[in-house]
Structures are given as C-alpha cells and as structure tokens.
C-alpha cells in the first residue's frame, strides 16, 4: 500500500509541474509591451510585429513611418502615439489584419495606394474575429477600412477620407462584405465613393456617423438582413443613401440633408422587406425617399421637408404603413405611377391639406389627395417641371382633386392631422 502511494505521489507530481509548464506557455502574462520610435530598440513597425508575442501592445511613438503593407497574423494592440504617421507611399495597403483579437487605434494612415484590380486600403481586414479599430485618421485613403468575412468587430470614432474627383478611382470609407456582428459607430466619412458599404453583412450596426461630400452614396447596402442604422447623418452626397435587396432593417432618428441631383434622393429603397423607417428628418433632397419593389415597411413619425417630392413610390409595393409622418412644404407630397394595393396613408400632417375640423378632434374632417396631377406628368414629362410654380398648373391640380381622373382615386388619407407630429 505504502509503494502505491508512494507511485501516485510521485506521478501526480509530475502530472502538476507538466500542467504548471503548459500554464505558463499560454500565460497572459508572457504578452509584451514594444515600443517603436527612432530611439527604440525597434524603429520598424514590421519588425516590432514579427517580435511580438500573441496578446502584446505595440505603441507606436509619434513620428513619420514611411512603410507599407504591414501584416498581422496574431493577437495583438498596435497603437499610435499623437496619431504617428504610417505614410504608405502609394505602395499598397496600410496595415493587413489576418488574425482574431487585433486592436488598431491612434493612428494616422496616409497615401495607400491605387490599383484598378486591387482593393488597397489603410486598413484591410480579412477572416478576424474580435477586431477593433477606433481612433484614427485615414487620409488619401482609395479604401479606408476595408472587412471581408469578419465577425464581431467594432469600427468607432475614425475620421476617413480622400481627394479623388472620380468614382472609377475612389473606393469606400468603410466596407464590409459577407461579415456579421459589426459595429459602426461615431465615425466621420468624406469625399468617398460611397461613404459606407454593405454588402451580405447580417447582424449589424451603423450608428452616429457623419457621412458627407462622397461621390456616389452616403450609406450603400446590398443583400445585408436584420440590421440597424440609427442617429447619422448623410448629407450633400452624390445620391443619398441606397437600400437594396434586404430584410428585417430598421432606420431611426437618421438626418438626409441636400441630397441634390438629376437623380438623388434621401433614400432609395429596393426590393426591401419587413423594415422600419420611423423618426428620420429628410430635409432638402430631390426626393426624400424613393421606393421600388418594396413590401412590408413601416414608416412613422418621419419628417419630409422642402424635399422636391417627399415620397415617390414606383411599382411592385404591398403592405406598407405611412403614420404620422409629418409633410412639410414639399414641392410634391407624394408621386405614384402605379395601383395603391393595399398600401396605406393615415394619420399624417400635410402642410397642403386645406381641409377644416369642426369638431376640433384634431383630425381634418375631409381626406387630403397628396397625389397632385402636375405629379403625374412631370413623371411622364419631366421637362414640365418649369411649370410648376405657373397659375395653370393649380388650375388643373384643383380640378383633379375635385374629379380624380389620372391619379389614384382611392389613393388618400382618411384622417389627416391638423398639427405637425411631435417627436421624442
């Protein structure tokens, strides 16, 4: 008895100090802190990343570092001191991630490269899960952070730009494809293509951003469900922002302001199903929103203001909802070239409706058309827009309201409200 115990002591022994040896082989506490500076035992990034043990912090101190193509293919921090300059030299991509759990903050990235068949970026994101970039400034960027099959990451507070005139030579601020469980928040995104893009991302958030002054769309997104844009605001951009060929989306408390153009709008939205649209302000544009092929939206308490047309709704549309949304001095309240089906307006404010309310209930006793007839024809003829402030135009929009002949008769809200909707 004496011998076997002796036997299970002295293995248990071994087994504990093989245990204690592994322990302090994956130990946190074997992470690094480097530093790279002129003066420092590393004055390479590349270098000071090859280095480094999974889980380190690499600080950056502040200077110019004239590299390119910088690869991470493990845990760790790289972080920037005073925003030190990584200069790309128009040589390819800034930083290249290719691991899980990698932090890039505080610095400045500029001069990535140009490439007609290559998508070079500041910052460029591939298979990583955990990863966070926050902090930093992208200038000259073709694409400034760039993610592709990625979860789980959070992009915030990074301000990303170019000077590029042309669409064919820009690329986007921040761009995800078929990625999920991403974070954009409180970023700024200028003088782009497209400021921010999606495309198969599920799961996601856009959040208080400020997309401006891009060339193409403020907010792109394509085949991209269940996701979540709230508190931005995209203003002056080529056309707006666009939607397209996704579900279960919902958009709130967004600003779409002077979206001008032959072609610009506030929102396109096609071929979207199951979506919310509710306490955006949609102010100056073309069009606020444009909607095509669309089936089960929602929009409410929504603010149309001094847009050309407030809503144009093109075909192929069932089952949306406008409630409460208040319409305020458009030049067209509402544009429909196609069947109502079973879409419904009720319960908004029309700045236009000239109605009365005896009853004093708050709501207008005799419906409002906002299909106007010069509507219908400027669709046909869109030359005829010169018109539109001529005494015969009111003539013939009094006389279809009175007789409904071109627009859709049943096309009218039932309960129009007196006084403009109050937001939280």
């Known amino acids: 008895m004496i011998i076997f115990r002796n036997f299970l002591e002295v293995n248990f022994a071994k087994i504990y100090t093989a245990f204690v040896l592994c322990g302090l082989i994956i130990s946190p506490s074997y992470a690094q802190s480097l530093e790279v500076c002129s003066n420092c035992a590393f004055d390479n990034i590349q270098e000071a990343i090859e280095a480094a043990t999974p889980g380190s912090t690499i600080k950056v101190r502040n200077g110019i570092y004239r590299e390119n193509n910088l690869l991470i293919e493990k845990s760790l921090h790289l972080v920037g001191e005073e925003l030190a300059e990584i200069d790309v030299e128009n040589q ?126 403020g907010l792109h997104f394509m085949f991209s469900n269940r996701d979540e844009y709230h508190y931005n605001t995209f203003t002056e951009n080529g056309a707006g922002v666009a939607v397209m060929f996704s579900k279960f989306i919902s958009m709130s408390h967004n600003k779409f302001f002077r979206n001008w153009g032959t072609a610009s709008y506030g929102i396109l939205l096609k071929e979207i199903y199951d979506a919310k649209i509710f306490q955006n302000t949609l102010e100056e544009n073309t069009i606020g929103i444009q909607v095509e092929g669309s089936t089960r939206i929602n929009y409410k308490n929504n603010d149309f203001i001094q847009n050309g047309w407030a809503i144009k709704v093109r075909g192929a549309c069932y089952t949306n909802n406008f409630e409460a949304n208040n319409f305020l001095n458009n030049s067209f309240d509402i544009s429909y070239n196609s069947k109502l089906n079973d879409n419904k307006f009720s319960g908004n404010y029309w700045s236009n409706y000239s109605g009365y309310d005896l009853d004093k209930n708050g709501v207008g006793d005799v419906p409002y058309r906002p299909v106007k007839l010069f509507s219908y024809v400027v669709n046909e003829t869109p030359e005829t827009i010169i018109l539109l402030r001529s005494l015969f135009i009111s003539i013939i929009d009094f006389s279809e309201k009175v007789s409904p002949v071109f627009t859709p008769d049943n096309l009218l809200d039932e309960q129009p409200l007196m006084k403009r909707v109050g937001h939280d």
């Not at 610095?107 to 994101?125: E, M, R």
């Not at 990303?160 to 761009?175: D, F, L, V, Y």
């Open 92 to 217: 390819g991509y800034g930083i290249v991630v290719k691991s899980d759990n990698v932090t890039i903050s505080g610095l400045k990235i500029s001069n990535v490269g140009q490439s007609y068949t290559d998508d070079y970026a500041s910052i460029y994101i591939t298979r990583s899960n955990h990863f966070k970039v926050s902090n930093n400034v992208l200038k000259e960027a073709t694409f400034g952070v760039l993610v592709e099959k990625s979860h789980y990451g959070l992009i915030e507070n990074n301000t990303i730009s170019s000077t590029k005139t042309e669409e064919a030579s820009a690329g986007n601020g921040i761009h995800l494809w078929h990625s999920s469980n991403v974070e954009i928040r409180k970023n700024e995104v200028f003088n782009l293509r497209d400021g921010i893009y999606f495309e198969f991302v599920d799961d996601s958030k856009v959040i208080d951003n400020y997309s401006h002054d891009n060339l193409r769309y």
